[in-house]
Nanobody, 127 residues
């Protein structure tokens, strides 16, 4: 069975950093583009970052551009989201998803296209 497991969430003060991981199993990880999404309380889920398969080119939502960085280690079947200069507005459940296609922006703009989803990890920023 395919599994995506997020980790690295937690409680951090505004201005701090967190590094999220998305560990995959049961699939050929390198064949998938990866997206990170977040859902704040009372709001819709939003795609915030993605990284393409094969080229590892990336794309970011304006709200996180310059503060967040997505990366992947295909040898470890793991994707990462480095989050710096965190703000209270970044508080949300963060979830990764994968899609066997590119460009990865299809994933973040049309989440229903994803092949698999993780369950998410809570990130809470205290101001």
């Amino acid at each position: 069975d395919v599994q995506l497991v997020e980790s690295g969430g937690g409680l951090v003060q505004a201005g701090g950093s967190l590094r999220l991981s998305c560990a995959a199993s049961g699939l050929r990880f390198g064949e998938y583009s990866i997206g990170w999404f977040r859902q704040a309380p009372g709001k819709q889920r939003v795609g915030i970052a993605c990284i393409n398969r094969y080229t590892a080119t990336t794309d970011y939502a304006d709200s996180v551009k310059g503060r967040f960085a997505i990366s992947r280690d295909d040898g470890k079947s793991t994707a990462f989201l480095q989050m710096n200069n965190l703000e209270a507005e970044d508080t949300a459940v963060y979830t990764c998803a994968v899609g066997q296609f590119e460009p990865c922006t299809v994933l973040t703009r049309y989440p229903t296209a994803a092949n698999y989803w993780g369950r998410g990890t809570q990130v809470t920023i205290s101001s």
